[in-house]
């Protein structure tokens, strides 16, 4: 299927495929995973067409494999993204993401009167609701939602 | 409780705030104990609170303990830019217990997270204020000779006040009937009412205080802050719309009590000063001592 139409982003030997991320969110699922601060190839795919999302964005990441636990971390802004583990051209295994109980370190709580936007400190949410996302900041106690989210 | 924080009322269970409640009990018949003899507390206060502050002050000094702090931030490293946990790790060098009050939401329980000594949340913004609610819990029991069973009524504004949402969370352990009277802007958010809901408490809501308060054990009058606020025009619809008079209390029960958190500015009118059912200075007391037993159980004395 996927081999038979014209790959918009070149195919890796060994690594993992994010694929079906919002376009709009390809440069946070970037800064969470860290793929701005590694060594291996990094290649991707943006405003493709998608018929579930409209546009969406692709990374392929060469020799990495992640852990389910940094992965889940994107579902916040690519609660569809659908990956697949490459080793040697093909498809091994297929994953999706899916939200943690807890959020730490990567949104900013939306009560601009909450200490974390204050002090220089790490923030963490527990999650209240899985999807649309709601999570219930640790410090004030404010919700923040998935319309609000902003990653930092 | 020993060396525990207490940043948010939910931090007690309903055995510890009993306890809280009949210590607070003992230092009201015999408030003069010298038990925090060579003990320091501070009192950081980030935001000025005079009526407080002076509360806590007092609680530590007729415990025989002393006072070290600062009553606003002004006066303190703080305006030259030192953060909160750098003021905080100072401060536990030179003190066994930290009162601290600030403007942000959550500064007391991240204070509580980097403190080596406990703290002692004196209101974080609009977000919990515990030591209040343990107060005005003492003051029920008190004037009610108990807290189960009893109809609460909350006027003025429910939605910012945090005393409120404090007191009724406390409450909940207690079989309460709330009866919630604010204006539509100012009502009691869905949150609270969805909590009990699931404890399966039963509530009124109303829009005017007319004969709705005539059953109620307690009136629990708030004042409509103008800092909460982030349209001034809203404040000034809403701010003359609930004030108590004297007239207002001729049906009332008679064990039923007045109480408010203090400082008021218009809510209740002082000809209610005088009625025996006025009960917010006497309540204000009542801080005194329920901070002596709260400061007397986290230091490890009582």
Same mark, same amino acid.
């Given at each position: 299927?996927?081999?038979?139409? &014209?790959?918009?982003?070149?195919?890796?030997?060994?690594? #993992?495929?994010?694929?079906?991320?919002?376009?709009?969110?390809?440069?946070?699922?970037?800064?969470?995973?860290?793929?701005?601060?590694?060594? *291996?190839?990094? #290649?991707?795919? $943006?405003?493709?067409?998608?018929?579930?999302?409209?546009? %969406?964005?692709?990374?392929?990441?060469?020799?990495?494999?992640?852990?389910?636990?940094?992965?889940?971390?994107?579902?916040?802004?690519?609660?569809?993204?659908?990956?697949?583990?490459?080793?040697?051209? &093909?498809?091994? &295994?297929?994953?999706?993401?899916?939200?943690?109980?807890?959020?730490?370190?990567?949104?900013?709580?939306?009560?601009?009167?909450?200490?974390?936007?204050?002090?220089?400190?790490?923030?963490? $949410?527990?999650?209240?609701?899985?999807?649309?996302?709601?999570?219930?900041?640790?410090?004030?106690?404010?919700?923040?939602?998935?319309?609000?989210?902003?990653?930092? | 409780?020993? /060396?525990? =924080?207490?940043? +948010?009322?939910?931090?007690?269970?309903?055995?510890?705030?009993?306890?809280?409640?009949?210590?607070?009990?003992?230092?009201?018949?015999?408030?003069?104990?010298?038990?925090?003899?060579?003990?320091?507390?501070?009192?950081? $206060?980030?935001?000025?609170?005079?009526?407080?502050?002076?509360?806590?002050?007092?609680?530590?000094?007729?415990?025989?303990?002393?006072?070290?702090?600062? +009553?606003?931030?002004?006066?303190?490293?703080?305006?030259?830019?030192?953060?909160?946990?750098? #003021?905080?790790?100072?401060?536990?060098?030179?003190?066994?217990?930290?009162?601290?009050?600030?403007?942000?939401?959550? +500064?007391?329980?991240?204070?509580?997270?980097?403190?080596?000594?406990?703290?002692?949340?004196?209101?974080?913004?609009?977000?919990?204020?515990?030591? *209040?609610?343990?107060?005005?819990?003492?003051?029920?029991?008190?004037? *009610?000779?108990?807290?189960?069973?009893?109809?609460?009524?909350?006027?003025?504004?429910?939605?910012?006040?945090?005393?409120?949402? =404090?007191?009724?969370?406390?409450?909940?352990?207690? /079989?309460?009937? !709330?009866?919630?009277?604010?204006?539509?802007?100012?009502?009691?958010?869905?949150?609270?009412?969805?909590?009990?809901?699931?404890?399966?408490?039963?509530?009124? &809501?109303?829009?005017?205080?007319?004969?709705?308060?005539?059953?109620?054990?307690?009136?629990?009058?708030?004042?409509?802050?103008?800092?909460?606020? =982030?349209?001034?025009?809203?404040?000034?619809?809403? %701010?003359?719309?609930?004030?108590?008079?004297?007239?207002?209390?001729?049906?009332?029960?008679?064990?039923?009590?007045?109480?408010?958190?203090?400082?008021?500015?218009?809510?209740?009118?002082?000809?209610?000063?005088?009625?025996?059912?006025?009960?917010? !200075?006497?309540?204000?007391?009542?801080?005194?001592? #329920?901070?002596?037993?709260?400061?007397?159980?986290?230091?490890?004395?009582?």
């Amino acid at each position: 299927m996927e081999a038979k139409k &014209e790959l918009k982003v070149n195919a890796i030997k060994n690594g #993992t495929v994010i694929d079906h991320i919002p376009s709009q969110n390809l440069f946070s699922v970037i800064n969470i995973l860290g793929l701005n601060n590694i060594q *291996q190839q990094v #290649t991707f795919g $943006f405003n493709l067409e998608s018929k579930k999302l409209g546009k %969406k964005a692709i990374i392929k990441v060469a020799d990495i494999y992640f852990k389910d636990a940094e992965l889940n971390k994107i579902s916040l802004v690519a609660p569809d993204a659908k990956l697949n583990i490459i080793r040697d051209y &093909e498809v091994v &295994e297929k994953k999706v993401v899916s939200i943690p109980d807890e959020v730490t370190a990567i949104v900013k709580c939306m009560n601009p009167k909450c200490i974390t936007n204050h002090e220089q400190m790490v923030t963490s $949410f527990e999650v209240v609701r899985k999807g649309p996302a709601a999570l219930k900041c640790r410090y004030c106690e404010k919700i923040t939602d998935q319309d609000h989210l902003e990653i930092i | 409780m020993k /060396n525990r =924080s207490l940043v +948010s009322i939910t931090d007690y269970n309903k055995d510890e705030m009993l306890q809280i409640l009949d210590l607070a009990g003992e230092f009201e018949k015999n408030p003069r104990q010298d038990l925090l003899h060579g003990s320091v507390v501070a009192t950081l $206060f980030f935001e000025p609170s005079t009526r407080t502050r002076l509360s806590f002050e007092s609680a530590v000094n007729r415990l025989g303990g002393s006072v070290i702090g600062f +009553s606003d931030s002004s006066s303190s490293s703080v305006s030259k830019g030192e953060t909160l946990k750098d #003021t905080i790790l100072t401060v536990s060098n030179y003190s066994d217990l930290i009162v601290m009050r600030h403007p942000l939401e959550g +500064s007391a329980k991240y204070a509580s997270e980097v403190s080596p000594v406990p703290i002692i949340n004196a209101g974080d913004g609009a977000h919990q204020h515990p030591t *209040q609610t343990l107060l005005d819990m003492y003051s029920i029991r008190k004037t *009610q000779g108990r807290l189960d069973n009893l109809r609460i009524c909350m006027v003025g504004d429910l939605k910012y006040g945090r005393t409120v949402h =404090s007191l009724l969370i406390a409450m909940i352990h207690f /079989n309460p009937v !709330f009866v919630f009277i604010a204006p539509e802007e100012l009502k009691m958010p869905d949150e609270y009412k969805l909590l009990l809901d699931k404890n399966g408490i039963e509530y009124h &809501e109303y829009k005017d205080i007319g004969d709705n308060m005539d059953d109620a054990d307690i009136i629990y009058m708030t004042r409509v802050q103008r800092e909460r606020f =982030s349209d001034p025009l809203e404040y000034e619809k809403v %701010k003359n719309v609930y004030i108590l008079r004297n007239a207002m209390l001729g049906n009332t029960k008679p064990n039923v009590k007045v109480l408010h958190p203090l400082p008021r500015v218009n809510e209740i009118n002082y000809d209610v000063d005088a009625n025996p059912k006025a009960y917010y !200075f006497e309540q204000a007391l009542n801080g005194v001592f #329920t901070r002596m037993a709260i400061i007397s159980k986290i230091l490890g004395v009582k």
